[in-house]
């Protein structure tokens, strides 16, 4: 079973320019989170989706930040204009319940310049 | 507020001898708590985990204490290997918040040949 899948794994970009991250859960999962981990701090929850539906985006940092999943399937993160304190980590995890352990992705390493 | 924090940034050990990782945690309504792995450049990958209701829990080399007397979590590793060196991030799961992970700052643990 392919686990959950990031792309991609590094993004360098301007400050100003735009960056969509692109999470691929396990196959089945409803539950689609994305998480950050700015250098240094912890590791900090973004949202949460079940399907298609946005459950809990209190963790957004700002209205720069927008996430979909149309389908119920993939997970896009796009992050417009970036500015420099948006480097960090994206982690993208997935579970077939809420009750249940989340997977994680290997990350994307977002560099803003 | 909700925070989970670990004590200790950094822990370097000896190949072969146990390693004891520490977290403290403030908010007593969590459901389960949980640990994992993060090597570099991968993704966080669960270990163990230990319902709220539970002193104690064992699994592969790894246990599990969790003191809710004073808040404190934590994770040993018994004959510790060169493989376990990796960073180790203690995080509460809410259920009634859509299981987000609520994580700590994270130990690296070195393990010394």
């Known amino acids: 079973e392919a686990g959950v899948t990031q792309f991609p794994s590094h993004s360098v970009i301007e400050k100003g320019q735009t960056v969509t991250l692109r999470c691929d859960p396990i196959?089945?999962?409803?539950?689609l989170y994305w998480y950050r981990r700015v250098m240094g701090k912890e590791i900090k929850f973004l949202l949460h989706?079940?399907?298609?539906?946005?459950?809990?985006e209190s963790g957004m940092p700002n209205n720069r930040f927008l996430a979909e999943r149309t389908g119920g399937t993939y997970s896009t993160l796009k992050v417009q204009p970036a500015e420099l304190e948006d480097s960090g980590v994206y982690f993208c995890?997935?579970?077939?319940?809420?009750?249940?352990?989340?997977?994680f992705g290997p990350g994307t390493r977002l560099l803003v310049l | 507020g909700e925070s989970v924090g670990l004590h200790l940034p950094t822990l370097s050990v000896q190949e072969g001898d146990n390693s004891i990782i520490n977290c403290a945690y403030s908010n007593s309504a969590s459901d389960y708590f949980i640990w994992y792995k993060q090597e570099s450049g991968k993704g966080p990958q669960f270990i163990i985990d230990?319902?709220?209701?539970?002193d104690k829990r064992q699994g592969q080399r790894v246990t599990v204490l969790l003191n809710k007397t004073v808040k404190h979590l934590s994770l040993q590793i018994a004959a510790t290997q060169p493989g376990d060196s990796a960073v180790y991030f203690c995080a509460e799961i809410f259920f009634n918040q859509g299981g987000k992970l609520i994580f700590g700052q994270g130990t690296e643990l070195s393990v010394k040949p």
């Open positions: 230990i319902r709220s209701n539970m």
């Open positions: 989706f079940v399907k298609e539906s946005k459950q809990d």
């Open positions: 196959s089945g999962h409803d539950n």
């Open positions: 995890a997935s579970s077939q319940y809420v009750r249940e352990t989340q997977y």
